[in-house]
């Protein structure tokens, strides 16, 4: 189980669309499934952009209850590729949307036109559930109680945070980013924290740095890239 959520993670960090099913308002009882983009949250949460005409809009107006499936197909077998169902409950998002929409933007930077829009608000799907299947066999109900919302101790600090890292340690994050992904870039930037690690970017590319254990508070976050700086040391860039 504790390797089915790593992977879980890994592709719910990684992943930048899927299909949203909603329950129909027009069909009543049937689902209903969309294709929509997003972004992760800080806790484990998927938060989505989406005009009020859209239909999985209005469905979840009528109705909160949703899941999204992500997947990451094989080559070969796509029957055997990862899939993760995230079932939850959808509420709109009144608060902070001029911070998230800088989020949000971060990763699709295309969707900045529809900010103008007056009909086009944030989602977020709050997660009671999470089922995973890795391919054949491999296939499990994970730990509710390490999907449901949850706000980070250091949320608030997440821009100082941020700012301290890339004007203090940026060769932590360099060298992390050369340890983990094979990539040498003096220029990368820390963007963006989660639970679970942290987004970087490296020549306009996005990636996610994974840590082994949440991270819920300041003093667990610092640890762990005081642990990640000493133990890729050897990758930094001269």
């Given at each position: 189980?504790?390797?089915?959520?790593?992977?879980?993670?890994?592709?719910?960090?990684?992943?930048?669309?899927?299909?949203?099913?909603?329950?129909?308002?027009?069909?009543?009882?049937?689902?209903?499934?969309?294709?929509?983009?997003?972004?992760?949250?800080?806790?484990?949460?998927?938060?989505?952009?989406?005009?009020?005409?859209?239909?999985?809009?209005?469905?979840?107006?009528?109705?909160?209850?949703?899941?999204?499936?992500?997947?990451?197909?094989?080559?070969?077998?796509?029957?055997?590729?990862?899939?993760?169902?995230?079932?939850?409950?959808?509420?709109?998002?009144?608060?902070?949307?001029?911070?998230?929409?800088?989020?949000?933007?971060?990763?699709?930077?295309?969707?900045?036109?529809?900010?103008?829009?007056?009909?086009?608000?944030?989602?977020?799907?709050?997660?009671?559930?999470?089922?995973?299947?890795?391919?054949?066999?491999?296939?499990?109900?994970?730990?509710?109680?390490?999907?449901?919302?949850?706000?980070?101790?250091?949320?608030?600090?997440?821009?100082?945070?941020?700012?301290?890292?890339?004007?203090?340690?940026?060769?932590?994050?360099?060298?992390?980013?050369?340890?983990?992904?094979?990539?040498?870039?003096?220029?990368?930037?820390?963007?963006?924290?989660?639970?679970?690690?942290?987004?970087?970017?490296?020549?306009?590319?996005?990636?996610?740095?994974?840590?082994?254990?949440?991270?819920?508070?300041?003093k667990q976050y610092r640890d762990k890239l005081v642990t990640q700086a000493k133990e890729f040391r050897d990758y930094e860039l001269i």
């Amino acid at each position: 189980m504790i390797e089915y959520e790593k992977k879980a993670v890994e592709l719910l960090r990684n992943c930048r669309e899927g299909v949203l099913s909603t329950v129909s308002k027009k069909f009543e009882g049937y689902p209903f499934g969309s294709f929509v983009t997003f972004i992760s949250g800080p806790d484990r949460s998927i938060i989505f952009y989406a005009s009020d005409i859209a239909q999985h809009t209005i469905n979840i107006k009528n109705n909160s209850k949703a899941c999204i499936t992500l997947f990451n197909l094989n080559e070969g077998d796509k029957q055997d590729s990862s899939r993760l169902s995230l079932l939850g409950d959808i509420q709109k998002i009144e608060d902070d949307s001029d911070e998230i929409s800088e989020k949000f933007i971060d990763f699709f930077p295309e969707s900045a036109q529809y900010s103008k829009m007056h009909d086009f608000n944030f989602y977020k799907l709050k997660v009671n559930e999470a089922r995973w299947i890795g391919g054949f066999g491999k296939i499990a109900w994970l730990n509710n109680n390490n999907w449901k919302a949850l706000e980070p101790k250091w949320l608030k600090q997440e821009a100082s945070m941020i700012k301290h890292m890339n004007d203090d340690h940026a060769n932590s994050i360099i060298s992390t980013l050369h340890a983990k992904k094979g990539l040498k870039d003096k220029d990368a930037k820390m963007i963006r924290l989660t639970i679970d690690g942290y987004y970087v970017l490296s020549k306009g590319v996005i990636y996610f740095i994974e840590f082994e254990e949440p991270c819920l508070n300041v003093k667990q976050y610092r640890d762990k890239l005081v642990t990640q700086a000493k133990e890729f040391r050897d990758y930094e860039l001269i």
